[in-house]
């Protein structure tokens, strides 16, 4: 059974309409990949699903309980967390400051926060090397691990990762990559925006294509690297 399932849904901002009848599932404990180009409305289909706008039409079910219009702390209760694109971090605050940010939603969790800490400072070891540091003065690529560090202090089971390698060096990419791999290997379920395509369907099992707010294409990731017109589009090949 699917433990996050979309079905047909709508988004209009004002009289703009970016997503159209979109519909996608995620099953527990894979990574799937959500691709297209600039303005495809990847971000969007993801701040729906967090509960940050609400769908114009359609249905979302997260563990199998509608969720459509649900304040997105609640969303997070339930279980998923968000990385936004952009990070959204608190450059004046700290580092240890910024990861416990990401418990403050979650009932429990400041009791939990040593352990749930130790956890994610495995994860990243940079961060544990940082804690003092404000957030402002990390690199582009220890932000992002900070951003997704947050994002697992809430102990989601579903993570939704959205264009966590802009801007960064390859080294860093991969560092990135590495981490949600082992995230993965938690047993956390991914769901991955990513400029990347190529290392974001090597990544996945399975992968979406999005283009003008509507799904092109689905199918599994290695079918999808090896199509033909995938490949012209989004590879350059
Ligand atoms: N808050 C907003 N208000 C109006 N239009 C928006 C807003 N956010 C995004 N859009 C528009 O929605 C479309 C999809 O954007 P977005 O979801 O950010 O795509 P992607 O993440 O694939 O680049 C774009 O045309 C963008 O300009
Ligand atoms: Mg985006």
Redesign the pocket.
């Given at each position: 059974m699917a433990i996050l399932d979309i079905e047909g849904v709508s988004l209009r901002?004002?009289t703009?309409q970016?997503i159209w009848d979109v519909s996608l599932s995620l099953e527990e404990g894979e990574a799937v990949a959500l691709v297209?180009?600039?303005?495809?409305?990847?971000?969007?289909?993801i701040r729906m699903i967090s509960g940050l706008?609400r769908p114009s039409g359609g249905r979302i079910a997260l563990f199998g309980e509608d969720i459509s219009g649900r304040d997105p702390a609640d969303i997070v209760r339930m279980g998923l967390s968000h990385v936004p694109?952009g990070r959204f971090l608190f450059p004046h605050l700290t580092v240890r400051e910024n990861i416990e940010m990401g418990a403050a939603y979650l009932p429990g969790a400041w009791q939990a926060m040593d352990r749930t800490m130790a956890w994610v400072i495995h994860l990243f070891p940079r961060l544990g090397e940082r804690l003092g540091q404000k957030a402002g003065t990390l690199s582009g690529g220890e932000q992002q691990m900070l951003a997704i560090a947050r994002a697992l202090m809430a102990r989601p089971k579903i993570l939704l990762v959205?264009e966590p390698c802009l801007g960064l060096a390859p080294i860093m990419v991969k560092v990135v990559f590495d981490a949600l791999g082992e995230i993965k290997k938690q047993g956390i379920t991914l769901l991955l925006?990513e400029q990347n395509v190529w290392k974001s369907l090597k990544f996945s099992e399975r992968g979406y294509v999005?283009e003008n707010?509507r799904i092109v294409h689905r199918g599994a990731s290695a079918e999808l690297l090896a199509d033909g017109k995938i490949r012209k589009a989004y590879l350059g090949l």
């Open positions: 901002y004002g703009v970016v297209g180009a600039n303005a495809a409305g990847k971000t969007s289909l706008v694109q959205d925006v999005m707010g």
